[in-house]
């Protein structure tokens, strides 16, 4: 399909729409064989930025150079326009590429002797287990020596067995504040979305090799691989693209769960075209049961660490351009 896609375009991602629009954004971007394309991202609601001022005059200079012929300068415009976010503020950067070629993709393991997330592989064997549709388990890094910007997107790779032949895999990509309360941002809905999320099912595992990377797993959803129970399978998680400038002293964290995250306080948030209460996923839950049975996605789960199990997140750390 990708390479059917030769029509200039202007693909604008949000960060925060988490579960619909930025996966396809991102991809568009990287894949479409269109020689004339451009990637914006920014924060906040789409009518916030995208359809205000800022969003307006990018469109109408896009499709002025396109549709007009005007010579108004685009063809020269950088093909990624980031709205870099911070805790406080978003600050607009140019860049050449996506993803940012000078990333150094940096490795956090996780350790479940003592719930910790550290540049080190674990130094001995050992698991935890949760309930397989529960809140999961959350592994936390110390505190930040320096400010880091993370913008990009990130994988994981766990090493997870199963009381059952299956299990759902949430996981949430997260900052906390040196007092541990977390870090969430307006989203393009949701109120109180984290700073990014993956899913994956065990069972579509399979990669296409054709097509993984180390940071961006394609799964080929073409076979089911149903878990043994009680024996480990590796699993490489795609969690969605992000831009977060981490402040100094703040921790990151990635949490591995068995149902959609949640904002830890009811917030009360409704649309009126939604039937759930906005707890940090919009409407954009997994909460069928008729495609949970609790027969399979039910009972426990488990994350294995070892020498040959080095289970990690990797993490696009930007460093200053020069």
């Not at 108004?72 to 990624?80: A, K, L």
């Not at 996981?171 to 999320?197: K, S």
């Not at 961006?216 to 490489?236: I, K, N, S, T, W």
């Not at 949640?262 to 409407?283: D, H, I, Q, V, Y």
Request: charged content about 25%; glycine content about 8%; some cysteine.
């Amino acid at each position: 399909v990708w390479d059917k896609i030769t029509v200039p375009f202007l693909s604008a991602a949000n960060w925060g729409g988490q579960g619909l629009h930025p996966r396809g954004n991102f991809e568009g971007f990287v894949r479409a064989a269109s020689k004339h394309k451009w990637l914006e991202a920014h924060g906040l609601e789409h009518w916030t930025h995208f359809y205000t001022d800022y969003g307006v005059k990018l469109q109408k200079r896009f499709f002025d150079c396109f549709l007009k012929g005007a010579d108004n300068g685009w063809n020269s415009q950088p093909r990624v326009q980031l709205q870099v976010r911070h805790v406080d503020r978003f600050v607009e950067r140019h860049e050449d590429e996506w993803p940012i070629a000078r990333t150094q993709w940096t490795r956090f393991y996780l350790d479940p002797t003592d719930q910790s997330l550290g540049r080190e592989p674990a130094a001995s064997a050992g698991s935890v287990s949760y309930d397989a549709q529960g809140d999961g388990v959350t592994f936390v890094s110390a505190p930040l020596e320096r400010e880091t910007e993370i913008t990009g997107p990130l994988a994981a790779r766990l090493f997870v067995s199963s009381s059952t032949t299956d299990a759902d895999l949430f996981l949430v990509f997260r900052v906390f504040t040196p007092d541990m309360r977390e870090v969430v941002f307006m989203g393009a809905i949701d109120p109180h979305t984290p700073v990014a999320q993956g899913w994956l099912r065990a069972s579509h595992r399979k990669l296409d090799l054709r097509l993984s990377t180390e940071y961006r797993p394609y799964h080929a959803h073409d076979e089911l691989q149903p878990l043994h129970p009680g024996e480990a399978a590796p699993l490489d998680i795609e969690l969605w693209p992000t831009s977060i400038v981490v402040p100094v002293g703040h921790r990151l964290a990635l949490t591995v769960r068995g149902r959609d995250y949640e904002w830890g306080k009811a917030t009360g948030a409704r649309l009126s075209n939604f039937k759930n209460e906005l707890r940090g996923c919009g409407p954009f839950l997994h909460d069928d049961p008729r495609d949970r049975p609790v027969a399979v996605f039910g009972g426990r789960t488990t994350l294995h660490v070892g020498p040959k199990q080095q289970a990690h997140v990797l993490v696009p750390v930007i460093p200053a351009k020069r």
